[in-house]
């Protein structure tokens, strides 16, 4: 087959290049450009990175690859970055990860592999693609502390027929020996843990200087509406956050709420945070249709726990999920992933939560 691979510069998706060719594929290694720092230059930190594509390149020739980089700066400010910045001022807590897969990386790197003439399309995700009972399922990796499914769960049928993750069958320290035994140069490479247009400053730092207005003051209150202190804007402030509060009460206290139309932040014990449930807007479904069953366990963060639920779907499309027991993980703006068993069920993005 023909096989179209994304490659970042990192190892993973280096090695799920080495495993297409060594499977006998006709490889192309592709980098989507999706980022540029203020001004236009070469971002230092995150993806993108001048050093990134010159990784991905070398590993191509490497592997005897062609090998392109593709500009999709645009696509992805207005497509994620923008929308990023929105749910800040909002008051939610966004997944850029999960945005970028939704409406740019996959659409595009698809749409590229048919340009191309390429039967699939690789990339370098832990999570597993397979075929049973006449339609193509999204499985959790093999390796449950690497699992990226969670970021997965928007993809149909349409885009699994022509998905495969080579290194979702390996756990990460079998993917870093395959490099090594190779000769990668991205072998030892350490990872990125921070969002990919951020960069040093800081998600608050660049937040509040795409959007000034997301420096507005306001008040921090307790659960019981009085004025505990002060603060210089929403954006700086999440929903289940503790650190960095700018408040001393001699007990621990986290945010419970962010009310970003009148700069407010509530303040709340740990049980405060509890949910009983919550609802999920623009859900999709990897089957094409909801599951015969209503009982699933769901997922609200990308390394959190599933926990068991049951869920209805309301006449819009929606769903109101409850949860089996309370939960303290779900915040507006994150994605909520249904699993049965490692399977992916669907997913959708948290628009309130029922405490």
């Given at each position: 087959?023909?096989?179209?691979?994304?490659?970042?510069?990192?190892?993973?998706?280096?090695?799920?290049?080495?495993?297409?060719?060594?499977?006998?594929?006709?490889?192309?290694?592709?980098?989507?450009?999706?980022?540029?720092?203020?001004?236009?230059?070469?971002?230092?930190?995150?993806?993108?990175?001048?050093?990134?594509?010159?990784?991905?390149?070398?590993?191509?020739?490497?592997?005897?690859?062609?090998?392109?980089?593709?500009?999709?700066?645009?696509?992805?400010?207005?497509?994620?970055?923008?929308?990023?910045?929105?749910?800040?001022?909002?008051?939610?807590?966004?997944?850029?990860?999960?945005?970028?897969?939704?409406?740019?990386?996959?659409?595009?790197?698809?749409?590229?592999?048919?340009?191309?003439?390429?039967?699939?399309?690789?990339?370098?995700?832990?999570?597993?693609?397979?075929?049973?009972?006449?339609?193509?399922?999204?499985?959790?990796?093999?390796?449950?502390?690497?699992?990226?499914?969670?970021?997965?769960?928007?993809?149909?049928?349409?885009?699994?027929?022509?998905?495969?993750?080579?290194?979702?069958?390996?756990?990460?320290?079998?993917?870093?020996?395959?490099?090594?035994?190779?000769?990668?140069?991205?072998?030892?490479?350490?990872?990125?843990?921070?969002?990919?247009?951020?960069?040093?400053?800081g998600y608050r730092g660049f937040?509040?200087?795409?959007?000034?207005?997301?420096?507005?003051?306001?008040?921090?209150?307790?659960?019981?509406?009085?004025?505990?202190?002060?603060?210089?804007?929403?954006?700086?402030?999440?929903?289940?956050?503790?650190r960095g509060l700018g408040v001393?009460?001699?007990?621990?206290?986290?945010?419970?709420?962010?009310?970003?139309?009148?700069?407010?932040?509530?303040?709340?014990?740990?049980?405060?945070?509890?949910?009983?449930?919550?609802?999920?807007?623009?859900?999709?479904?990897?089957?094409?249709?909801?599951?015969?069953?209503?009982?699933?366990?769901?997922?609200?963060?990308?390394?959190?726990?599933?926990?068991?639920?049951?869920?209805?779907?309301?006449?819009?499309?929606?769903?109101?999920?409850?949860?089996?027991?309370?939960?303290?993980?779900?915040?507006?703006?994150?994605?909520?992933?249904?699993?049965?068993?490692?399977?992916?069920?669907?997913?959708?993005?948290?628009?309130?939560?029922?405490?």
């Amino acid at each position: 087959m023909r096989v179209l691979v994304a490659m970042s510069g990192g190892v993973d998706s280096s090695v799920a290049a080495a495993l297409m060719v060594a499977e006998g594929h006709d490889v192309t290694g592709v980098t989507l450009k999706l980022w540029h720092g203020p001004g236009g230059e070469a971002p230092v930190a995150g993806c993108c990175t001048v050093e990134d594509a010159e990784d991905a390149r070398r590993v191509a020739a490497r592997l005897d690859i062609p090998y392109y980089v593709l500009d999709h700066t645009g696509p992805f400010e207005t497509g994620v970055v923008d929308r990023f910045v929105s749910g800040y001022l909002g008051g939610t807590t966004p997944n850029p990860c999960v945005e970028c897969n939704r409406s740019v990386k996959f659409s595009t790197l698809l749409a590229q592999a048919r340009r191309l003439r390429c039967d699939l399309l690789a990339t370098g995700h832990y999570a597993q693609v397979d075929r049973s009972m006449g339609r193509w399922r999204l499985r959790r990796g093999v390796d449950r502390n690497k699992d990226q499914s969670y970021v997965l769960g928007m993809l149909g049928q349409d885009q699994l027929e022509r998905v495969r993750f080579p290194v979702g069958g390996l756990t990460k320290t079998e993917t870093r020996g395959e490099a090594s035994r190779l000769g990668l140069r991205t072998a030892a490479k350490p990872e990125s843990q921070d969002i990919c247009f951020v960069g040093r400053e800081g998600y608050r730092g660049f937040v509040r200087r795409r959007a000034p207005e997301a420096s507005r003051p306001g008040s921090i209150v307790d659960r019981d509406g009085r004025i505990v202190g002060h603060h210089d804007g929403v954006a700086g402030f999440t929903v289940g956050q503790r650190r960095g509060l700018g408040v001393a009460v001699g007990t621990p206290r986290y945010v419970t709420a962010v009310d970003a139309a009148s700069a407010t932040i509530t303040l709340g014990r740990r049980e405060d945070l509890l949910a009983e449930g919550m609802t999920v807007t623009g859900v999709t479904w990897v089957a094409g249709h909801p599951p015969s069953s209503n009982a699933a366990e769901v997922q609200t963060r990308a390394h959190g726990a599933p926990l068991p639920c049951r869920f209805t779907a309301t006449g819009d499309g929606d769903l109101v999920v409850r949860f089996a027991r309370p939960d303290a993980a779900a915040a507006p703006g994150q994605a909520a992933v249904l699993y049965d068993g490692d399977e992916v069920v669907g997913s959708g993005t948290i628009a309130g939560v029922e405490r």
